[in-house]
């Protein structure tokens, strides 16, 4: 079922005659069946992508990350309307429902992949917490890092801590998400979920990403291993998330990767020496989560992509 009759208009609307538009999925899910789970739309509705997809197809030029990364190079105009379809994480649902909608519109997309993630099937941070707010049960929440305690007695307070959880983690570097993500699902009676085949949750498997990359549409990048805020790392913990990254996409699935992408992808989630240690590892192109519309003269590193789920 379409839920948003004015996505596709409004992905359309922002093709023009002289730039790129990159879009940035995560996940495509046949059914959303949670009341908070899901609540920011990460996961979109199989329905609805296709629609956009199709839209898409006919009012704009789609390009691979391949095509994007020579065009940046040459400083060649990009085609009138182009645009780019691109997924971070690595969730299943990527390669066995937003795949074949593409395949059949002969779009190409490019699946930036967390290789922890793809090694245990992981959760990420805020995926175990979305989970431990859902299962909760009603009570008032009290955090040593806020001052006012957190009632979690219905679906609108929930999502309402949800929220301040997201803005306190990803703008603190100070705080270890997954450490924080342990103790807050501790707190709330939920630990130890650290793994889920849930639609929302399940991750594609290092065959899969073979598979995937040996394709014609398909392109893998990577995404980190852990997850983690490149630019709150030190360079020790900075050169091992990227270097164990590479080596299980070489090792596991034959990925040499001159793609990647940064986790959250803010301007205060990647630096010049996040940039200068990927480049040092053979990585050529890796594009934000800033949104806005690229031209002939943008950096490849510093692509803009616009969000989407």
Known sequence: ?????????????????????????HGVIKHQRHRVRNYTGKHIDADLFAWCMKKLS???YALSMDEVLGYCQTSVPFP???????????????VSVAVPIL????????????S??????????????EY????ASNQILKVEW??????????VTRISFL??????????????????????????????KLSSDDPLDLKMTWDQTRKANESNLISIGGHSHTHAILSFLSQKQLNDEITTSLFLLHERAGVAPKHYSYPEGLAHCYSESVIQALKKRGVQCCPTAIDGVNNRDTDPFHIKRIMVS
């Open 103 to 114: 395949a059949d519109l002969y779009i190409p997309s490019i699946i930036y992949v967390t």
């Open 132 to 135: 431990a707010i859902e299962e």
């Open 163 to 192: 929220k301040t959880v997201r803005e306190y983690v990803k703008n603190n570097p100070n705080c270890n998400a997954n450490a924080f993500a342990d103790e807050l699902c501790a707190c709330l009676g939920k630990p130890g």
């Open 116 to 129: 922890g993630f793809i090694e245990e099937n992981g959760m990420s941070w805020i995926d175990r917490i």
């Open 146 to 155: 806020a001052n006012n305690p957190f009632p979690l007695i219905d679906d």
């Open 80 to 94: 009138p309307r182009s645009f780019a379809i691109t997924f971070d994480d690595g969730f299943e649902n990527n």
């Open 58 to 60: 006919l009012s704009g």
């Open 1 to 25: 079922m379409i839920r948003d009759n004015t996505l596709a208009d409004r992905l359309v609307a922002r093709l023009s005659d002289d730039g790129l538009a990159i879009f940035l999925f």
